[in-house]
């Protein structure tokens, strides 16, 4: 199972009851984090999952309500007591972006490892106990979307460990431990588990148009949290100008998508009530919520038929 929490809902600027965009997921104790706006360690510290187990913090593009937080929140990390290496993932220039933030943040006490994605960039990308996938979206700057996938091997199948005359006692050190030698042969789980069964994805993706990719990208993920600047029709021309979404646009591609469940994220600063307008989402998508604050939920894998 997999941790999810909106920390911020708010785009361009923070308001005094709506901090910037950014998510956090948190995996068997280590957490993720999607951008790093102004208030992130904020209202972190008002959610209090902690700090110092953040390993991974994906950036989806370079503008400022996405990144200025990132100095403090990197010295915070230090403070509370990391000295193991922090991945830090985004688009080409990275590294030079961040740099940059961190002249006023130049002794943290641990390293940071910069994946810069590009065309020789694996896809997924493996950081720790996740696997983050990424596709390209449709803004005024390169930005990506990401998604999280939790694998879930298939289940120990007794007929194919007794075709391999594998003792018994050996059976569950292989489904443990992964690979066991016995009489000079090497064995993999692989050898006795069963297909793969179905696992968790949480895609996630701001400042982009409903391009045709992504609706392949984020199909059928469990938690889909997507962009809803504005939640006014009549501000079509205005989405389409700056590369942003409608509430009506998201609910559209999550549909298409196929995804269980529609986070609206990233509120306009003129959109005070964004609750007026969830309505023009939920009769395209029912499944569509609005984000909040800390607002957070436990995803466990699927129950079996």
Excluded at 87 to 103: K, W, Y
Excluded at 181 to 208: F, N, P, W
Aim: with cysteine; hydrophobic share 40%; proline share 6%.
């Amino acid at each position: 199972m997999i941790d999810i929490c909106l920390l911020g809902t708010g785009g361009m600027m923070p308001m005094p009851s709506r901090f910037l965009t950014a998510m956090l997921a948190r995996l068997n104790g280590r957490m993720l984090l999607v951008d790093c706006g102004e208030g992130t360690q904020v209202t972190m510290k008002m959610l209090g999952w902690g700090f110092k187990a953040i390993d991974v913090i994906c950036i989806t593009h370079f503008h400022a309500d996405h990144i200025s937080g990132l100095p403090g929140l990197l010295l915070t990390i230090g403070n509370a007591g990391r000295e193991e290496p922090l991945t830090m993932i985004g688009p080409v220039g990275l590294r030079h972006i961040v740099e940059g933030l961190t002249r006023i943040a130049p002794e943290l006490p641990f390293p940071i490892k910069f994946i810069e994605l590009d065309k020789e960039t694996p896809n997924p990308v493996q950081a720790g106990e996740f696997s983050i996938a990424y596709c390209p979206a449709d803004h005024m700057v390169k930005c990506y979307a990401y998604r999280l996938d939790l694998r879930r091997r298939g289940r120990f199948d007794v007929k194919k460990a007794e075709k391999l005359n594998l003792p018994k006692p050996l059976w569950g050190k292989l489904q443990k431990e992964g690979r066991v030698e016995h009489e000079g042969q090497t064995y993999t789980a692989e050898q006795v588990l069963g297909d793969e069964r179905k696992g968790i994805s949480v895609a996630y993706c701001t400042d982009s148009r409903p391009v045709g990719r992504l609706k392949g990208f984020v199909e059928g993920a469990q938690l889909f949290i997507c962009e809803g600047m504005y939640g006014e029709e009549e501000k079509k021309v205005k989405a389409r100008e700056n590369k942003h979404m409608l509430f009506s646009e998201a609910a559209s591609l999550a549909l298409e998508a196929g995804v269980q469940r529609l986070w609206l994220t990233h509120f306009s600063p003129s959109l005070n009530n964004p609750e007026d307008y969830l309505e023009n989402a939920r009769v395209i998508f029912p499944q569509t919520e609005l984000g909040e604050e800390r607002k957070w939920i436990t995803i466990e894998f699927p129950k079996e038929e």
